[in-house]
């Protein structure tokens, strides 16, 4: 196990009106604390899905663990094998190495503060995952990054059965 003491000189105050916003409804996210904002201990943004959104695909963080927290409504998580039901309140943290993906429940919203420790620069990612949106890139390029943001696809039965 390796601790990862944060060097950065004060406390990080982040406004709702200064964090930045990616997406439109039924999927936005807000991006509030990136890894260099933290000295490398964290980075977080916070995702809130619409009427059973999906959020992100199956994948893997080799270095990372990563925190769910409901902050509202109710999402469905994977979890390795398992596929949680989570509600307003619920914390899930999934182990660096475990399979995972998360998305609104079907027919519900989830706002879900997520928090991936130690910290990855991740917020070049979620802005990828736009211009993928908006057709500026193809979605195969994301293979091309993998390693640089640590989110390594992968494929899951029981993801897939829980949401068709």
């Known amino acids: 196990m ?3 003491v944060p060097a950065f000189d004060a406390s990080l105050v982040v406004r709702p009106a200064e964090a930045e916003t990616i997406g439109a409804a039924p999927t936005t996210i807000r991006l509030l604390a990136d890894a260099s904002s933290t000295g490398g201990a964290l980075s977080t943004q ?4 619409l009427d059973g959104a999906n ?4 994948h893997r963080h080799t270095r990372s663990a990563e925190l769910f927290y409901l902050l509202d409504g109710t999402a469905q998580l994977l979890s390795g094998d398992r596929v949680v039901t989570a509600e307003r309140g619920d914390l899930v943290i999934v182990p660096p190495g475990l399979d995972h993906a ?11 503060l997520i928090v991936i420790t130690p910290g990855i620069e991740r917020f070049e990612y979620f802005r990828h995952l736009e211009r993928i949106a ?4 193809p979605p ?24 068709a």
Request: hydrophobic share 40%.
């Open 2 to 4: 390796s601790l990862v």
């Open 46 to 49: 916070r995702v809130t899905l």
């Open 55 to 58: 959020g992100a695909a199956p």
């Open 102 to 112: 998360f998305a609104a429940a079907p027919g519900e919203n989830a706002d879900i």
């Open 134 to 137: 908006y057709g500026e890139v």
């Open 140 to 163: 195969e390029s994301l293979l091309d990054v993998q390693e640089l943001y640590d989110t390594h696809f992968t494929r899951s039965e029981p993801w897939n059965t829980a949401r």
